[in-house]
C-alpha cells in the first residue's frame, strides 16, 4: 500500500467519523439540516484546517482537495435522515468521536514529520488535529469542549499517547501502514476504556 493512498484513506476515514459525530451532537441539540451539516463540516475539517495553517500549508486540505467537503456534506445529511428514529444520547457520540480522534491525530502527527517538525512539535501537531475539530463542536452545540473539562475522561491524552506510538514505530522502521493501524487503535481504545472506566487525569484537589 502506497503512503499516499493510506493518507487519503486515512483522512477520508476521519472527515465521515467527524461529520457523524457532529451531526450526533447536532441533532441531540435539535437543530436542524442546516445547523447539522454546520456543525458536521466544521467538526471533520476544523483540526485539520488549524494544522495545515500552522505547518503553513496553504490552500488547506480540503480547498486543494474539494472531495474532503463534498465527502462530509454528503455523510452529514444521510447521517441526519437516517437517524432520525433513533434516540440519542450522550453515548452515541462516543464510538464515532473516538474514531475520528485516532485517525486524526496520527494524520496530524504524520504530517508534522513530514513537513519537517521536530518529533515533540509533531506529536502537538497530531493531538492539535485529533481534538480541535471536537472542541468547535462542543463550542458551537453550546457544551464545555470535553478536552477543557475537568471532569472529562482522559481526551487530549489519549491522542497524545496514540501519536507518540505511530511516531517510535515510524521511526523503528515498522510500515508505515501497521505504524498508522496501531497508532490509531491505541487511541480509539483508550478513549473508549476511559469513557467506560471514567478514567481522568488527577486534580490538585483529590
Known sequence: MSTDFLITAITYLGVVAGAVSGVIEARRKKMDIIGAIAVALITALGGGTLRDLILGR????????ESYALVAFFVAILTFYSTGLLVLTSRSI???????????????AGYGIESGAPIFVAILMGVITGVFGGVLRDVLCNEIP????????????????GAWVFLVLQNSNVQTTWASLI????????????????LRLPNPEE
Open 58 to 65: 496553504t490552500p488547506v486540505f480540503w480547498v486543494s482537495q
Open 94 to 108: 462516543h464510538v464515532p468521536d473516538a474514531l475520528g480522534l485516532g485517525v486524526f491525530s496520527i494524520l496530524g
Open 146 to 161: 470535553v478536552v477543557f473539562s475537568r471532569t472529562a475522561q482522559l481526551y487530549a491524552t489519549c491522542s497524545f499517547v
Open 183 to 198: 497508532g490509531i487503535s491505541i487511541t480509539v481504545l483508550m478513549r473508549l476504556v476511559a469513557v467506560r472506566f471514567n
